[in-house]
Nanobody, 118 residues
Framework: QVQLQESGPGLVEPSQTLTLTCTVS??????????WSWIRQPPGKGLEWVGV???????HYSPSLKSRASISRDTSKNQFSLQLNSVTPEDTAVYYC??????????WGQGTQVTVSS
């Protein structure tokens, strides 16, 4: 069974860059047709898809975050990462990584709380 674990800072100052890493076990991020997404949930709001990286290193982003988000991967560590630049308090959320099947997500990380505050 695939397991995902998010890691990163719990507190980021406004205008700084947020970097989160998702470590995957039980499956390779480079296996054909696998894709891996970042999703977030701001307090009191619904889930928001941030972006995805595919098995062949293609990326796609939410239009609202495209100018600030970047997803990359390290296949040697079986990890993929999210960088979000110029964060504001509106980026405060629980951030999840998930295995993306195109029509839904079959495995999720437990989520990591990120607060943007000075």
């Amino acid at each position: 069974q695939v397991q995902l674990q998010e890691s990163g800072p719990g507190l980021v100052e406004p205008s700084q860059t947020l970097t989160l890493t998702c470590t995957v076990s039980g499956g390779s991020i480079a296996t054909r047709y696998n894709a891996w997404s970042w999703i977030r949930q701001p307090p009191g709001k619904g889930l928001e898809w941030v972006g995805v990286i595919t098995y062949d290193d293609r990326t796609h982003y939410s239009p609202s975050l495209k100018s600030r988000a970047s997803i990359s991967r390290d296949t040697s560590k079986n990890q993929f990462s999210l960088q979000l630049n110029s964060v504001t308090p509106e980026d405060t959320a629980v951030y999840y990584c998930a295995s993306d099947k195109g029509v839904g997500y079959d495995f999720w990380g437990q989520g990591t709380q990120v607060t943007v505050s000075s």
